[in-house]
């Protein structure tokens, strides 16, 4: 099934600091930062049921995050580490050509989950992204992350429905909107 898609145009961002013990770090291509990434997406079901072709999880990190297009590891990759230095949350903060912000790979440990890091993290994220004149961001995600599609909401992005008219996508979105119990909110034709 495809994902859902959502943009967010260039606005203000409202600022949310992380809890206190939890700090950014940038990408610091170590082995237990790999180990932890891949907890966090294994436990927040991101990564994919089979491996790779090599068989090898560790592959997917150079798949999904360091070979995707435009990604600068050192200025895209943004960790959020507890006290004792651990990844519990990350998240990628592409720009594409002029003006395309890309949301990728949002990802938190389980037990980092309901302190309000996911909303700083993605603030931070959006506002590296409109300090590089995007004029918009978008994102893709998955219709049984709701709380995830909450903080994107939340944030100020907005579902988009794709032009495919035999897209099943604005009644997954109502679908998913009714779940999380929202009034209407406005959709984004895909351009």
């Not at 930062?33 to 927040?44: I, P, R, S, V």
């Not at 395309?100 to 603030?123: E, F, N, T, W």
């Given at each position: ?32 930062e ?35 297009a ?7 990759i ?5 006290g ?7 998240v ?16 938190a440990h ?6 309000g890091i996911g909303h700083?993290m ?25 709380a995830?599609?909450?903080t994107?909401?939340?944030?100020g ?14 009644a997954?979105?109502d679908?998913?909107?009714a779940?999380?119990?929202y ?9």
């Amino acid at each position: 099934m495809r994902q859902l898609k959502m943009l967010r145009p260039a606005a203000p961002v409202t600022p949310r600091p992380l809890p206190e013990g939890y700090a950014y770090a940038p990408y610091r291509a170590t082995e237990d930062e790999l180990t932890e990434w891949l907890d966090m997406c294994f436990k927040g079901r991101l990564l994919p049921e089979n491996p790779p072709e090599s068989g090898n999880y560790r592959d997917w990190f150079k798949v999904t995050v360091l070979d995707y297009a435009d990604l600068n590891p050192a200025e895209d990759i943004i960790f959020v580490v507890d006290g004792e230095g651990r990844s519990v949350a990350s998240v990628c903060a592409v720009k594409h050509g002029e003006d395309q912000g890309y949301i990728h790979m949002v990802a938190a440990h389980p037990d980092s989950r309901g302190k309000g890091i996911g909303h700083a993290m993605l603030s931070h994220a959006l506002e590296k992204l409109e300090a590089r004149h995007c004029t918009y961001s978008i994102l893709t995600t998955d219709d049984f992350r709701l709380a995830a599609i909450k903080t994107y909401l939340d944030a100020g992005f907005r579902p988009v429905l794709l032009s495919d008219p035999d897209s099943d996508q604005r009644a997954r979105w109502d679908a998913v909107i009714a779940q999380l119990g929202y009034e209407p909110v406005e959709y984004f034709d895909e351009v």
